[in-house]
């Protein structure tokens, strides 16, 4: 075990001959060709094959009353029909995650209450349409608090269906915003989003002698294989999960699904391996997704535009006992000020469970206060890159003992207004035209923590002189295959093409999985340590002595002596896998990532149309491994901003309680036609203090703050503050240019 | 899907006549509306006519100068014909501002005219929807309405007719031609082709089942400049909010039909009238028995303004 409890010195990685370059992804080609096999194609890793089918629960909340599968059991091809009646042990786990397999009651819209296995995927969702279920309605929650203007709860406050989940308070918050010379008060509300990957959770659940093997879509291989144990009451190593190839995630594939469940469900009833995906219009109200937030945001200036005084509060929803959207969580360390209240309350709601999509707590959080900022910048006049660059601070404002590891919020902030042409934005909103268009330019601050988590990895000297790297990490479309290889090439200094790399297996050394941007610098840090012994043990072999090696080209060079690696192999490869830990750094200092965004956009002044003309993100992130792997995680997560802006929306029935747009022609994400100009820019600026490689994430930064610039655009084009996203038109209608003669 | 048997159409009258005996019987074109719907069993016929084979593919002058569209000519073969890009522009702006080239390569003419609604709970078999169900009731008038319609609606059925293409067609004397089993031809004008939905919104056209169309006749190309702008949350791939179509001559008369606003191609001749005093006058007029709900009101500044812009545009 590698222990990482001092800042990084200078090592191997430093060099970054391969490192730090932008290699495209070395799986690319198996995907553009369809060679990468994903969890549902896996055809032929095991025979006789069967195909699941899900039904979801017609009602959100009351009890299943009876299920007449009689019907669809005589329909030829059917297998079996897998209910709460027959399903057979499980332990589901409850606190917050409904059951995967409702009966009798039911907790949610579409939460699974049966499962057709049939011969082939026709005859299962045949037999699907084929069952009779009557149920009980009960009465549920589904909207989030209306309260009045004025009200909001205390932050410990508890009222009927709304509790108190986390505050903190740092000074006297009321006294200094009473005597605040500017004041800023309002409120923001983001909606409930889909994930929308692109491949849906899908499973294929085999059982031999007592063993459980899935071949599944998951962000997270550990996680899974221990879910999966609980549920079945089996061992650990009992449990396989393959996940070589996944479609996205973005958080939905964080925790396992009723695709995995149900599909291991049947598998042991039926006694033959079963495939489930989830359809489209099943995933979203099946699955999880983004809470709404109500959010309330007061400022306090001085008139030179030093906060004085910060709030943020924040109200999400999710089933009892789940989790809270931390939306106000960056608010606690973006800016500096004395007096500072942070508050969540959690609305519980009997929608389907709320859970972390890309940036959770950021990405909502950030589009309510980087939106306020912007208006208090206007409340005194001052420009709002200007304001935020004023308000930096170099430690955590809670205490200022404990200072930043790496902030270079200031310099993202200049060298994106400088790059973009700020200055020639028009400081009076609605001002400049082209033809019908309104043009308006926004920018926002982006903030996310940097997450250390412990990382193992297996790494292989071949009698060939190639490396072999194994562990359980994923590749969720993000990179992940293409810079461990380039670590391990840059460790052991063998070109990039004789390094294959294999993911996704239980059976490989446990890795940090894929999720709140932790991947790529803790996956590749665990990489590094098991490369460090590597190397360990060829200078023991070599009784060459570690400081003196220099592995490069094939070779190891060392004490007046040349090596090949491909002749240090003799019988058997030279095998070396490690593990990185932490110590305590990121208790020392705090960690995190910074952007500034500006964005220009077009809003058409007759019809309220918005079209982005331009899009610029500059990143802070600490070194960046593969500047185009990592500008492909940063124009896609832009891309998601738009969406949340702009029409991501899971609108909800608030009488039947679910989900109504539940597919991608309801639920609009951004289609080419919505994508502006996007450019990325990274300082690389490598952070000692976050791991060996320096690095720190990158995959939600770039969503943060993005909302908040479209946002602010939009207001400096019309001169209309919407407050509510996604931020449409129809909100901006009635206070566009009149139609009066001779028109806008 | 349920299970269904197949065969594929030898002419329109053999095709009618199949359908017309047999209820459960449907005719495919390029399947794009209607496998979606059968995946969905919103859609479950037992047989299924194949009408691909037919010799209904071609664009024809007529001698009155308008032209004869074959039921399957393709939307993008229609989109980019010369005389329709000509002299019906807004038919070709209205076919391109739909679906994606993948679909519009295989969707026909006859099919995009009967495209069903894309109401979201007509989707989702769950729900109640007198359209799918009838009997069943109406969930999205107490539900999310905000794609919905605001006119022509009923206390039965909210839904839109979602297509682009008719509510440009509607600019011209289009008349829908149609086969029945016997033989006989009907030619039924587009303003009377799709229905209201009244007590029975299961039925979206006027077509009696087995009726097939062969061709879409397009009146003689009239004076004027010729729009559609259609409004969407995207800028691509999405039904329209409100699309207005609108042919205008240099005297400020003219002829307009809104999309995305009613259960048909929406054209109030009356209204029409009103062109000269601006584009408010004439959606009060045509917009003037609306019933919106509170999720979809806004569809009325909106048709209002995407009006007004149309208009401008003329001017400019
Ligand atoms: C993702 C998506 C997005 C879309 N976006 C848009 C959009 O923005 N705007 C838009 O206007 N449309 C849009 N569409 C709809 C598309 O235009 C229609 O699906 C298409 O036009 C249907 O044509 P088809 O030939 O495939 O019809 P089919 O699916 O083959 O048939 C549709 C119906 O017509 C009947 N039928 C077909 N031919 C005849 C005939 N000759 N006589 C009698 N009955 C017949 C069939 O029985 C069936 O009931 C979209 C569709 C999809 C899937
Ligand atoms: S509006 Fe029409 S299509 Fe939609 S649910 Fe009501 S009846 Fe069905």
């Known amino acids: 075990m590698m222990k990482f409890d001092r800042p990084a010195e200078r090592n191997p990685i430093d060099d970054q001959t391969v490192v730090g370059q932008p290699t495209s992804r070395i799986d690319g080609a198996l995907k553009t060709t369809g060679q990468a096999r994903y969890a549902y194609e896996q055809h032929d890793v095991v025979p006789d094959q069967t195909y699941g089918y899900l039904v979801g629960a017609g009602i959100a909340r009351g009890r299943i009353r009876a299920i007449d599968s009689r019907a669809a059991r005589d329909l030829p091809g059917v297998i079996e029909v897998i209910t709460w009646e027959n399903a057979g042990d499980v332990t589901y786990p409850g606190g917050g995650t409904p059951d995967y397999l409702a009966g009798p009651e039911i907790q949610h819209y579409h939460q699974a209450v049966a499962l057709v296995v049939a011969e082939s995927f026709e005859a299962a969702r045949d037999g699907a349409f084929l069952l009779e279920i009557s149920y009980d309605r009960a009465p549920g929650r589904y909207a989030l608090p209306s309260l009045a203007e004025g009200d909001w709860p205390a932050p410990d406050e508890a009222r009927e269906g709304l509790e108190p989940v986390d505050s903190d308070t740092v000074g006297d918050f009321e006294a200094a915003f009473a005597a605040a010379p500017v004041r800023i008060e309002q409120r923001y509300q983001t909606s409930h989003e889909s994930h929308a990957m692109m491949e849906p959770h899908a499973t294929i659940a085999h059982w031999a002698d007592g063993r459980l093997t899935l071949w599944t879509a998951t962000q997270m291989v550990g996680w899974a294989q221990r879910s999966l144990a609980r549920l079945f009451g089996i061992e650990k190593s009992d449990v396989r999960v393959i996940a070589p190839y996944v479609g996205g995630g973005f958080g939905a594939k964080l925790a396992i699904q009723s695709d995995a469940v149900l599909a291991a469900m049947a598998a042991r009833k039926v006694g033959r391996p079963v495939k489930v995906a989830l359809t489209r219009p099943m995933v979203m109200n099946n699955t999880t997704h983004r809470s709404a937030t109500l959010q309330r945001v007061r400022l306090g200036a001085e008139r030179d535009g030093r906060l004085t005084a910060i709030a943020h509060q924040g109200i999400s929803g999710n089933l009892a006992e789940g989790r809270h959207e931390p939306a106000v969580s960056q608010t606690k360390l973006l800016y500096a000020g004395a007096n500072r209240l942070t508050a969540m309350h959690m609305a519980i709601l009997d929608l389907p469970k709320a859970s972390d999509m890309r940036a959770p707590g950021e990405a909502p959080g950030l589009m309510a206060l980087e939106v306020a900022m912007d208006e208090l910048a206007e409340a005194l006049g001052m420009d709002p890159v200007e304001l935020r660059i004023r308000n930096d601070t170099q430690s955590d404002p809670a205490d200022p003992e404990r200072p930043f590891s790496e902030r270079h919020l200031v310099e993202c902030l200049r060298t994106g207004a400088e790059r973009f042409g700020w200055s020639e934005r028009s400081t009076t909103p609605g001002t400049r035209r082209d033809g019908d268009w309104l043009l308006g330019m926004g920018m926002a601050a982006g903030y996310r923590d940097n997450l250390v988590r412990q990382s193992a990895a297996r790494i292989r000297l071949e009698q060939d002189g190639s490396l072999t790297v194994e562990t359980d990490m994923t590749d969720i479309g993000t990179g992940s295959y293409t810079i461990l290889a380039q670590t391990a090439a840059e460790m052991l200094g063998v070109p990039l093409g004789r390094v294959a790399v294999r993911l996704g297996d239980s059976d490989f050394p446990l890795s940090v999985g894929s999720g709140g941007q932790w991947g790529a610098n803790n996956a590749t840090a665990g990489l590094y340590a098991a490369c460090v012994r590597l190397r360990a043990m060829i200078c023991e072999m070599l009784q060459m002595p570690e400081a003196e090696a220099q592995f490069a080209d094939g070779a190891v060079t060392g004490a007046g002596r040349r090596v090949e690696l491909a002749e240090l192999v003799r019988d058997e490869a030279i095998s070396a896998e490690d593990r990185i830990e932490y110590g305590d750094l990121d208790e020392t200092h705090q960690q995190a990532t910074f952007a500034a965004h500006f964005v220009e956009a077009a809003v058409n002044a007759w019809t309220g149309e918005v079209r982005l003309r331009r899009m610029l993100s500059v990143c802070d992130a600490g070194r960046i491994l593969n500047p185009k792997t990592a500008r492909s995680q940063v124009i896609g997560s832009m891309t998601m901003g738009i969406g949340s802006a702009l029409m991501e929306e899971l609108a909800v029935d608030a009488g039947a309680g679910f989900f109504v747009n539940h597919d991608l022609a309801g639920y609009e994400v951004p289609v080419h036609a919505d994508l502006p100009e996007q450019e990325v820019i990274f300082l690389d600026h490598p952070d000692a203090f976050s791991s060996p490689m320096k690095a720190k994430g990158v995959g939600e930064l770039g969503l943060c703050g993005v909302g908040a610039a479209i946002a602010n655009a939009l207001y400096n084009a019309t001169g209309i503050r919407l407050r509510e996203y996604p931020l449409t038109l129809d909100g901006m209608l009635e206070r566009l240019p009149p139609l009066a003669p001779p028109g806008p | ?316």
């Open chain 2, 1 to 316: 899907m349920k299970a269904f048997s197949y065969e594929r159409a030898r002419s329109p009258q053999q095709a009618a006549a199949v359908v017309a005996a047999n209820p459960e019987a449907r005719f495919i074109a390029g399947g794009t509306n209607l496998i979606d719907l059968m995946k969905l069993q919103i859609e479950a016929p037992r047989h299924l006519v194949d009408v691909q084979d037919l010799d209904l593919h071609r664009i024809e002058a007529k001698e009155d100068g308008g032209l004869r569209i074959g039921a399957l000519v393709s939307n993008t073969a229609l989109a980019t014909d010369e005389r329709i890009r000509r002299d019906y522009g807004a038919v070709a702006r209205a076919i391109m501002a739909g679906a994606s080239g993948q679909l519009r390569n295989k969707a026909t003419t006859a099919g995009n005219l009967l495209q069903r609604t894309r109401c979201p709970y007509f989707y989702d078999t769950a729900q109640r929807c007198n359209k799918r169900a009838p009997g069943s009731g109406c969930a999205a008038i107490e539900g999310f309405s905000r794609g919905l319609g605001v006119i022509g609606t009923s206390e039965h059925c909210i839904a839109t007719y979602p297509g682009d293409m008719a509510v440009a067609l509607r600019l011209f004397e289009t008349v829908v031609e149609t086969v029945d089993a016997e033989g006989a031809v009907r030619m039924i004008p587009l303003a009377e082709f799709h229905r209201l939905p009244g007590t029975t919104p299961e039925r979206d056209t006027v077509l009696e089942q087995g009726e097939f169309i062969t061709a879409v006749h397009l009146g003689p190309p009239p004076e004027g400049r010729q729009f559609y702008q259609k409004v969407r949350d995207r800028a691509s791939y999405a039904f329209a909010l409100v699309s207005v179509a609108a042919l205008l001559r240099p005297d400020g008369t003219g002829r307009v039909a809104f999309g995305g606003v009613a259960p048909r191609p929406w054209r109030v001749e009356e209204a029409e009238e009103l062109l000269p005093q601006g584009a408010r006058a004439v959606t009060d007029r045509a917009f003037r028995d609306a019933r919106p709900t509170a999720g979809n009101a806004f569809k009325l500044p909106l048709a209002t303004r995407t009006l007004a812009y149309v208009m401008a545009q003329a001017k400019g």
